[in-house]
């Protein structure tokens, strides 16, 4: 089975490895850093099992595990995750029964696995190594339902064409281009009068001009004073403000506009030519690091001037969690040049940050942190940033 994978956003952790992806409930944070430094190493479906127990089972209602080997897909189930698993044959629910520790299976030959946790949503985007916050997620072939999308069955619709043959009588038309070859010569009197352009040349007093220095001629530049230039029009820029044809007004002049840089951060640039990392929301929005990103329940740019507005992404907040500019997330600047840069604005509630091979941590209003691929920031209210390459 083809190991490609994609999921839908939702409140589930994903702890995905090159073989192995582990799912837990959001309730289980804590175990995910452990998970994911085994994952990352390339450790087996056996050693994260092992991980995932070591703090009881009676503790874990509910996860999903998913390791591909070359010949089968090892799958278990406990809780509430409902797998459905389809093959040349037809297609096998897998569901933990009530009271069961839980539902395994090794299944060789499937074409696809679908790991419902909550909702029924659409696993569109691509899912890759780190740390995702999910609903869905999906291992294998795309759904058949793509497949009647094959073009070639139109193809031969498009060789019908081939009756053109007859259109090869068509073929007389070049006696028609034969007597527009003796047209030719007409085009060879209008030759002669080219020389006409030239004798304009020497009529231009350039000419003058370019002589005039004798030659071998030391060059003068003259006194500062004088006018270096040989019409006498010279440029003056005045530094006048004031009102030049009747109509137009100008205010005085103003400082260029400086927008001020958080705190303890170097600035960030306008705009880069590439992006640095994409997020994914688990709204389902996905946005381009090519500049400032503002991420809050109803984010404001006062503090951008108009060539410089920044990306500006507003999410729920049903129980006012989220600030409304509640984080902010930049190219980097000096050391942290290509990579996202998040910073806390100061939020109500703060933003947690999970890096691949990290314990969670509480950014730190006003203190910028680089990210690297895989890192969720969750900003509460079920609200979740997933940082992935661009």
């Avoid at 691949?356 to 006003?366: Q, R, S, T």
């Amino acid at each position: 089975m083809s190991t490609e994978a994609r999921f839908a956003p939702g409140d589930w952790y994903a702890v995905v490895g090159d073989r192995v992806t582990v799912l837990l409930p959001g309730s289980q944070r804590g175990r995910v850093a452990g998970l994911w430094d085994l994952a990352d190493s390339g450790a087996g479906a056996d050693a994260l099992l092992d991980e995932l127990l070591a703090a009881g089972l009676s503790s874990l209602d509910h996860f999903a595990l998913v390791a591909h080997s070359d010949d089968a897909t090892r799958l278990i189930v406990r809780g509430a995750p409902t797998a459905t698993v389809a093959s040349a044959g037809e297609d096998e629910i897998v569901t933990a029964a009530p009271g069961a520790t839980w539902a395994e299976r090794v299944l060789p030959g499937i074409t696809s696995v679908r790991v419902t946790l909550t909702g029924e949503g659409s696993a569109d985007h691509p899912l890759t190594a780190g740390l995702a916050r999910v609903s869905v997620v999906e291992f294998g072939a795309p759904s058949p339902a793509e497949e009647p999308v094959a073009a070639p069955a139109q193809e031969p619709d498009v060789e019908q064409p081939a009756p053109l043959a007859p259109e090869l009588p068509v073929q007389p038309e070049p006696p028609a281009e034969q007597p527009v070859e003796p047209a030719a010569p007409a085009e060879q009197p209008v030759e002669p009068a080219a020389p006409a352009e030239p004798r304009v040349e020497p009529a231009a007093p350039a000419g003058d001009l370019l002589a005039s220095p004798a030659a071998g001629a030391p060059m003068e530049f003259g006194a500062p004073g004088d006018d270096p230039t040989p019409t006498g029009e010279t440029p003056v820029v005045a530094d006048d403000w004031s009102d030049r044809d009747g109509q137009t007004q100008a205010g005085d002049r103003v400082a260029d506009f400086d927008r001020p840089p958080v705190p303890g951060q170097e600035m960030a640039p306008d705009v880069v030519a590439q992006p640095v990392a994409s997020l994914v929301f688990s709204t389902g929005d996905v946005v381009a690091v090519d500049r400032t990103v503002l991420v809050g329940r109803a984010p404001e740019a006062r503090r951008f001037p108009s060539h410089e507005l920044p990306h500006v992404v507003t999410v729920p907040s049903p129980h006012q969690e989220i600030s409304s500019t509640h984080l902010e997330i930049r190219p980097g600047a000096g050391a942290d040049h290509g990579s996202a840069i998040a910073t806390d604005l100061g939020s109500t509630n703060g933003t947690v940050l999970a890096q691949p091979g990290l314990d969670p941590e509480d950014l730190k209003p006003g203190i910028a942190v680089s990210l690297i691929p895989g890192a969720v920031l969750d900003l509460g209210d079920g609200v979740t940033i997933q940082v992935t390459n661009p």
